[in-house]
Nanobody, 124 residues
Framework: QVQLVESGGGLVQAGGSLRLSCAAS????????MGWFRQAPGKEREFVAT????????YYADSVKGRFTISRGNAKNTVYLQMNSLKAEDTAVYYC?????????????????WGQGTQVTVSS
């Protein structure tokens, strides 16, 4: 079964850090670009970060630039989102996604496979 499974979410105080992980299984994702999106209550899903299949390209939303870092594991079937200096406005469900085209994209409709999401709550 092809799936993406996120983990690492939780409750953290403002200024703290969390590291999200996304494990891909069921096929080889080494040629896929991977991305993180988030959705806060009552808001549209928004782009957070993306990394190309070769890991030589990354792109971030302005709201997280300088605070979040996206990376891939050596086997490229795992993607991470290191989140530092968290703010209350980062509170959302965070989703991992895979794009078979392999290059970075900020558009959710470009992504072929999605995880179930993991809740991140930042208390102020």
């Amino acid at each position: 079964q092809v799936q993406l499974v996120e983990s690492g979410g939780g409750l953290v105080q403002a200024g703290g850090s969390l590291r999200l992980s996304c494990a891909a299984s069921g096929r080889t994702f080494s040629r896929y670009a991977m991305g993180w999106f988030r959705q806060a209550p009552g808001k549209e899903r928004e782009f957070v970060a993306t990394i190309s299949w070769s890991t030589d390209s990354t792109y971030y939303a302005d709201s997280v630039k300088g605070r979040f870092t996206i990376s891939r594991g050596n086997a490229k079937n795992t993607v991470y989102l290191q989140m530092n200096s968290l703010k209350a406005e980062d509170t959302a469900v965070y989703y991992c996604a895979a794009d078979r085209r392999g290059y970075v994209s900020i558009d959710a409709f470009e992504y072929d496979l999605w995880g179930q999401g993991t809740q991140v709550t930042v208390s102020s």
